[in-house]
């Protein structure tokens, strides 16, 4: 919108993305290093989505939490989810979704991400793209309205892992 009126310049919002980024890693760097016991979770952003910053910082809020967290980026085919889910075996996958240009193939590979992973590895999504018209057409353990949200739940689904 900004970009539209006139008001910043791509590069400013570039740049601004690039100030987030870098300070994304440095609170990163202040956490420790997630226990050899921690869970697994892995994530990022569809095909199609060009947004990094929300995967990043859901990779942080989950380390914060005692996951052993990994945002795998942005723009990933459905397909590399899949790999990526068989080369780690998680615990937890996450989606952000920010942007969908082709919700009709979006909604069919999701599903069949959601199928590949089975009952015992959950699927939480979020993102501002998931509106009450497409969410209710994917398969998925948990929609996250906001990342404290996906906190809380994250905190709770590792404390039961103790148990």
Not at 33 to 43: E, H, L
Not at 44 to 63: H, I
Not at 73 to 78: S, V
Not at 140 to 162: F, Q
Request: with cysteine; hydrophobic share 40%; charged share 25%.
């Amino acid at each position: 919108e900004a970009w539209d009126s006139n008001v910043l310049d791509v590069y400013q919002e570039r740049r601004g993305c690039e100030i987030a980024m870098r300070l994304i890693y440095e609170l990163r760097s202040e956490i420790p290093p997630p226990s050899s016991a921690a869970p697994i979770a892995i994530g990022g952003a569809p095909e199609g989505d060009p947004y990094q910053l929300p995967t990043m910082l859901v990779e942080l809020a989950l380390r914060e939490v005692g996951w052993n967290a990994t945002s795998l980026g942005n723009d990933l085919p459905m397909e590399s989810f899949v790999q990526a889910a068989h080369d780690y075996d998680p615990h937890m996958v996450w989606m952000s979704v920010s942007s969908v240009s082709e919700p009709g193939m979006f909604v069919a590979a999701q599903n069949q991400l959601a199928e590949s992973l089975g009952e015992d590895v959950p699927l939480l999504i979020g993102g501002r793209a998931l509106n009450d018209k497409l969410r209710p057409r994917l398969r998925y353990t948990a929609h996250c309205d906001s990342i404290r949200n996906l906190v809380e739940l994250a905190a709770l689904m590792r404390l039961n892992r103790k148990k």
